[in-house]
């Protein structure tokens, strides 16, 4: 129903800032609750950010304060604002979408990695 394509990761120093984007391209984007995820090695894959299709958002513990996901449903895109970045942070982030009639979508995934 909706193919993901992520985009903005990249290396950044620890208290550095990325801008990670998802391009949404299908019908009815308006009605998906979009979530940013992350996976980094030898771990699962865990909920970062989350925004409902009523524009409420929820946020992990560990980047609260420190990202912020958004959405422009005329474009049909989804950001993730992350801010005073950490080693912690380094995975690759994926792009979900999912609506309950008709599943769960995935992105390709973008690598962020924060390092000195």
């Known amino acids: 129903q909706v193919q993901l394509v992520e985009s903005g990761g990249g290396l950044v120093q620890p208290g550095g800032s990325l801008r990670l984007s998802c391009a949404a391209f299908?019908?009815?984007?308006?009605?998906?609750?979009m979530a940013w995820y992350r996976q980094a090695p030898g771990k699962q894959r865990e909920s970062v950010a989350s925004?409902?299709?009523?524009?409420?958002?929820n946020y992990a513990n560990s980047v609260k304060g420190r990202f912020t996901i958004s959405r422009d449903n005329a474009k049909k895109m989804v950001y993730l604002q992350m801010n005073s970045l950490k080693p912690e942070d380094t995975a690759k982030y994926y792009c979900?979408?999912?609506?309950?009639?008709?599943?769960?979508?995935w992105g390709q995934g973008t690598q962020v990695t924060v390092s000195s």
């Open positions: 299908g019908d009815r984007f308006t009605v998906y609750d």
């Open positions: 925004i409902a299709a009523s524009g409420s958002t």
């Open positions: 979900n979408a999912h609506f309950s009639m008709w599943g769960a979508y």
